[in-house]
């Protein structure tokens, strides 16, 4: 809210501090001071007053009291003057509160905090005069006005409007001969109801918002905006001024559904003190004169059935509860002058205070809120650091943690760069990703998403990652000219999908290799796995029931299922060439998908070893010819089981398909290693186990092997 | 006479022997298991015993020297070939200004830096790494933080929502619903950082984002002050920058904590900077989670990483950091 310095000095006796000092002071005590401007001879400051000050403070005098506490100065009231109620001619005007609807009562908000307060209009008093004259108001309202930014109209507007921001208390104006039937008739809305207010908007409203209906129409959207019917005019000639109470959550709610607000819809959202109401009619009449308004008091509307739960609260302080929080000695007296400033009243018992708070100080409602008081006059900077006194216990350690950060080295081990990327995805990744009807229904959906662009949520980090490779090839282009050019990029996060009616969420980590082949990311995740000493995975060919990834994402004949103990626990493979050509992406790109929470469940610091035997090993090359479909691993288990324990390993070198090979078949070429632990193997013994082996693979007839 | 007349050709041999190839030549030649002297040494058997001990001897003597020699022709040709090596080294210069061969290397995220080291500097404080969802329900996001529904405080977080609204389930916009998680499932005294990523219906700039990152703190225990948060605070903010800083609280406003504050941060006499928001945890936030507020009290703290990362590495957008942008990713 703006505050003008000369405005504020009003309500201060003594010499305001200058106004930088005065910004600083606040800074430190009370708000921030968001932006400050000289205007004139006066200095205009934009003050961010918190939340739960807006009660109180969203006003000059409520400013200045806080200025007077900080800096130590004496405060001084505008004058008010007591209503007087003088005989007229004017009908009498009836208002009539309507009970609240239960679904207003159990919105919870501050009414429901605050107790005692679930009524729509807690308070509702008015003043009716009789003979006013519209005219402009004098200079220093004007001045005042437009210092902070409100525009002069008239002096009955301008009284309405100085009183809100002198005083924090909203009022309302309206034509008295304009209400007909001389009734008014306060009540929520029924959904569609329309109104147009001062500003010539028409709002059609949504269930529950206050409105202020007369005999025939609606004349008020009650505690936001006037209405346009009941609006004063220069041939206004009586008025009813109105300093109501409205309930908190109803206007939030309606002004947050009809997105439009003004500065009373924001102090009514806030809850005010009912008890301001009145103080503020006593203001405004002593300001009529003033402001050349005239005329006199007809009638004053008071209802405000349950001024007992308004009531001042009582907290008791301990002195102990005050310097154990903030961590500094304070004495009682320092305590007492300090609540004092602030308007409470303060008497002294044995080490603690009895604190009567002033009630437009709804913030106020136990030891805590207090000792925030003292501790921010006092300042917090004269708090000095010190070490908490609690045991030395070890932080236990998040293992899941420790694993991350050993995965995310392998991967810069391995050359790859992490990226972050954002959590969603959007329309133009439904086309390029070609996401089928079905696979969008699983997707979680933003109720109101930034834009079309980022309207779901991701089900999987490989969209967006290749993405940066569309984005970073021309440049891996330049930077890699020297050598073959390629990009190693991955990330670990999130990713969400429904799933049986739930939002389920998964921890993953996605990594790429442009222009990298379907071995070279599976060599990639065998290092990975090795590094977390999982060694059961296996590698399933691609299933179109796999669950955990959509299958236009992947090159249908070079794409597996990675399984470890039976259960799928990721995927990787070739990027499909239909998403390639999408995204203009030129070279394959090998890509990994690994859910991370069941490959930490798996991971083990177990390592165990075979120690080196201290006799040499002899090897023994083999090629196969198998048909093209044959799998590596199939050829392995058969030559595995034939030679048993003393081929310590059996190694491909050379996979070869193609030229000089008959349609259909491919060479396979492996080293075999033989070793014993006790003893140099002759070559001889190596010559009839390798032959062993070579009978068995030569069992099926479809495997030939070349000699 | 044959003695002699090999050990003259022998000897002969060795010195003439230029590289080490030629020189084991030679050695076989007298030596090995067909060398001339070998084969000598060999027909000793087939003399009479008088005959037999005059060559025996010349014989063996003469292996002993030959063996000598050749060992110490050995040595001196490795000396003379490490010279000419080193003649030969300076001919065959590189260009010391080329670059070397590039291998590949691999970077780490900065804000994975900055979370790494945030978290190692915590865990020596006796902090508990925690963490929790980042689809959350309105309870664990507002409620049990004391934010009610339909209070104005609630505009202080611009929420994502999920489809359907009224399930109630948004994207979290801060890691405070890891306090409520934690403390549900753990007793006091405690000590816990969250850090986790959290998201803002905010438009993009220079300096916001709408998903970006926070880490969250909390510690509860019998005597927890304002005065120890700040020693944790400076203690965390020294060793992070890695330089003397200086701190200040502001007044600020959070629902879940009271007093509540904002803290900035400067070096030397530098501007103050504003670096989170914390407080002492509130009452009713330890209702919420089955404390008995009086027999307790905490302090909460919430700092966005992204800032941290920012200014640690000084980089102007935090844009960037969601970029995907390798020349960018690749410096760190």
Request: with cysteine.
């Amino acid at each position: 809210m703006l505050f003008s310095y000369n405005w504020l000095q009003e309500y201060i006796k003594g010499k305001l501090p200058a106004p930088v000092k005065l910004a600083e002071l606040l800074n430190m005590h009370a708000f921030e001071v968001e932006g400050m401007q000289k205007k004139g001879r006066d200095t205009i400051f934009d003050i961010a007053v918190l939340p739960n000050r807006a009660h109180d403070c969203l006003s000059h005098t409520g400013m200045a009291r806080e200025i007077a506490a900080i800096c130590k100065l004496k405060l001084q009231l505008p004058k008010t003057k007591q209503i007087k109620v003088q005989k007229g001619r004017l009908t009498p005007l009836k208002v009539k509160i309507q009970p609240a609807s239960p679904k207003t009562t159990s919105q919870g908000g501050p009414a429901s905090q605050q107790g005692g307060s679930g009524e729509l209009v807690p308070r509702y008093s008015a003043l009716v005069i009789e003979g006013v004259s519209i005219k402009k108001s004098p200079k220093w309202v004007v001045d005042y006005l437009e210092a902070v930014g409100v525009n002069s109209i008239n002096n009955v507007v301008d009284l309405t409007n100085f009183i809100m921001l002198e005083t924090g208390q909203p009022l309302h104006a309206f034509d008295y001969e304009q209400i007909e039937g001389r009734t008014m008739n306060v009540r929520e809305a029924k959904e569609g109801e329309k109104l147009e207010t001062l500003d010539n908007q028409v709002f059609s409203l949504p269930e529950g918002a206050l409105v202020i209906e007369d005999a025939k129409r609606l004349i008020d959207l009650a505690g936001i905006k006037g209405g346009k019917v009941s609006a004063i005019s220069l041939n206004t000639q009586n008025i009813v001024l109105q300093a109501a109470n409205f309930n908190a959550v109803a206007i939030y709610r309606t002004k947050s559904q009809l997105k439009y607000t003004t500065q009373a819809a924001d102090m009514y959202a806030h809850q005010i003190d009912p008890n301001l109401a009145m103080e503020a009619l006593e203001r405004a009449y002593a300001l009529c004169a003033e402001l050349g308004i005239g005329g006199k008091i007809a009638q004053v509307v008071d209802l405000y059935p349950k001024s007992a739960s308004w009531r001042i609260k009582r907290i008791t302080l301990d002195m102990q509860f005050v310097s154990s929080i903030l961590g500094i000695p304070l004495s009682q007296k320092e305590a007492k002058r300090i609540l004092e400033s602030l308007d409470c009243q303060v008497a002294l018992a044995k080490n603690r205070l009895q604190v009567t708070c002033p009630t437009r100080r709804l913030d106020l409602t136990m030891q805590e809120d207090l000792v925030e008081e003292i501790g921010r006059i006092v300042g917090y900077e004269t708090i000095p650091a010190a070490f908490p006194i609690a045991p030395i216990a070890p932080p236990s350690k998040n293992t899941e943690l420790l694993w991350l950060s050993k995965i995310r080295n392998a991967f810069k081990g391995l050359g790859f760069t992490e990226v972050y990327n954002h959590s969603f995805i959007g329309d133009k990744d439904f086309s390029t990703f070609a996401y089928s009807a079905a696979d969008k229904a699983k997707l979680v959906e933003v109720e109101n998403p930034l834009s079309s662009e980022f309207s779901h949520l991701r089900d999987s980090l490989l969209e967006n990652l290749v993405k940066n490779v569309r984005d970073n090839q021309k440049q891996a282009r330049l930077a890699e000219s020297r050598q073959a050019e390629t990009i190693r990029i991955f990330e670990t996060g999130n990713t969400f999908r429904q799933h049986k009616g739930k939002f389920a969420e998964f921890n993953m980590l996605g990594a790429l290799i442009y222009n990298g082949s379907f071995y070279e990311i599976k060599g990639v995740c065998d290092f990975i796995l090795n590094s977390l000493g999982i060694s059961s995975a296996w590698y399933d060919e691609y299933q179109a029931t796999s669950e955990e990834s959509r299958a236009e994402m992947w090159h249908k004949g070079k794409s597996a299922e990675i399984k470890v103990d039976g259960e799928e626990i990721g995927f990787l493979g070739e990027i499909s060439s239909r998403v390639n050509t999408a995204l203009k992406i030129s070279k394959p790109v090998g890509a990994l998908h690994l859910n991370l929470e069941k490959l930490i469940l798996l991971a083990s610091e177990e390592i165990s070893y075979r120690a080196p035997s201290r006799f040499p090993a002899s090897t023994r090359d083999i090629a196969i010819l198998v048909p093209s479909q044959t799998k590596v691993a199939e050829v392995m288990n058969a030559m595995t089981g034939a030679g048993g324990a003393l081929v310590r390993d059996i190694d491909l070198f050379d996979m070869y398909e193609g030229e000089h090979l008959a349609q259909g078949k491919k060479n396979l070429a492996f080293h075999i290693i033989y070793e014993s632990a006790e003893r140099t193997l002759t070559s001889k013994e190596v010559d009839t186990l390798h032959n062993q082996i070579i009978k068995a693979v030569e069992e099926n007839p479809e495997w030939e092997v070349r000699k | 006479m044959v003695i002699f007349a090999l050990k003259n050709s022998a000897l002969e041999a060795i010195e003439r022997a230029q590289n080490l190839a030629e020189l084991e030549t030679s050695y076989k030649a007298y030596l090995g298991k067909k060398g001339e002297l070998t084969l000598i040494l060999r027909s000793l058997a087939n003399l009479n015993e008088a005959e037999r001990k005059v060559q025996g001897k010349e014989a063996n003597d003469l292996r002993n020297l030959l063996e000598k020699r050749f060992a110490e022709r050995k040595k001196e040709i490795q000396r003379e070939e490490i010279v000419i090596q080193e003649k030969l080294a300076i001919r065959e210069h590189v260009d010391v200004t080329a670059p070397g061969k590039r291998l590949p290397k691999g970077h780490t995220h900065p804000l994975t830096l900055a979370q790494t080291k945030a978290e190692e500097i915590f865990q020596t404080m006796g902090f508990t790494v925690a963490q929790g969802p980042e689809i959350e329900t309105e309870w664990y996001n507002f409620d049990a933080l004391n934010i009610p529904a339909n209070h104005p405080a609630r505009d202080m977080w611009d929420t994502f929502w999920l489809k359907p609204k009224n399930a109630g389930h948004l994207l979290r916009t801060h890691t405070s619903p890891v306090q409520i998680r934690y403390m549900e499932k753990h007793n006091p005294p405690l000590r816990i950082i969250a850090p986790g990523r959290i998201f803002r219906y905010e438009a993009t700039d220079a300096s916001h984002e709408f998903n970006f990152y926070q880490l969250e703190g909390l510690m509860v225990g019998k005597e927890v002050s304002v005065a120890n948060f700040k020693a944790i605070i400076e203690e965390f903010y020294r060793q992070f920058f890695g330089k003397p800083v200086a701190i200040r609280l502001r007044p600020s406003y959070f629902p879940f904590t009271e007093p509540s504050f904002e803290v900035d941060m400067r070096w030397n006499k530098g501007a103050w900077l504003e670096m989170m928001g914390a407080g002492i945890v509130h009452p009713n936030v330890f209702r919420a989670v089955g404390y008995i507020p009086a027999e307790w009290r905490g302090f909460a703290f919430g700092m966005g990483l992204d800032r941290l990362a920012m200014m640690k590495y000084q980089i102007p957008d935090i844009r960037l950091l969601y970029s995907g942008d390798l020349r960018f990713l690749q410096q760190f």
